[in-house]
């Protein structure tokens, strides 16, 4: 079993940065694609990022693409959002995910962290 815990999120004000982390339990983190979903109050959950443990393919959905960024440490077992340029839109729960296979973190993935608040000021 892997278990999945976020932290960093806080209060923001727009144009300011947070950087999200995510634990990981297991000695096969090295080997699992990871990614990061979102959801606001009353909308669907949305894709936000996925690097692959392979060759290190990185995906980034088109309203953060440019401003937010995924990265790992494998000796920590720790995988990272760190987000720039924040706005008010970005606000929302944050979850860490985990998978098996790149497809599965951005489709399906296999484990979930409990979330972590971001909130964007005006």
């Known amino acids: 079993q892997v278990q999945l815990v976020e932290s960093g999120g806080g209060l923001v004000q727009a144009g300011g940065s947070l950087r999200l982390s995510c634990a990981a339990s297991?000695?096969?983190?090295?080997?699992?694609?990871m990614g990061w979903f979102r959801q606001a109050p009353g909308k669907e959950r949305e894709f936000v990022a996925a690097?692959?443990?392979?060759?290190?393919?990185?995906a980034y959905a088109d309203a953060v693409k440019g401003r937010f960024a995924i990265s790992r440490d494998n000796a920590k077992n720790t995988m990272y959002l760190q987000m720039n340029s924040l706005k008010p839109e970005d606000t929302a729960v944050y979850y860490c995910?985990?998978?098996?296979?790149?497809?599965?973190?951005?489709?399906?993935?296999?484990?979930w962290g409990q979330g972590t608040q971001v909130t964007v000021s005006s």
């Open positions: 995910c985990a998978a098996d296979s790149y497809p599965a973190v951005r489709g399906s993935p296999d484990y």
């Open positions: 297991g000695r096969t983190f090295s080997r699992m694609s």
């Open positions: 690097k692959s443990w392979g060759d290190g393919t990185t």
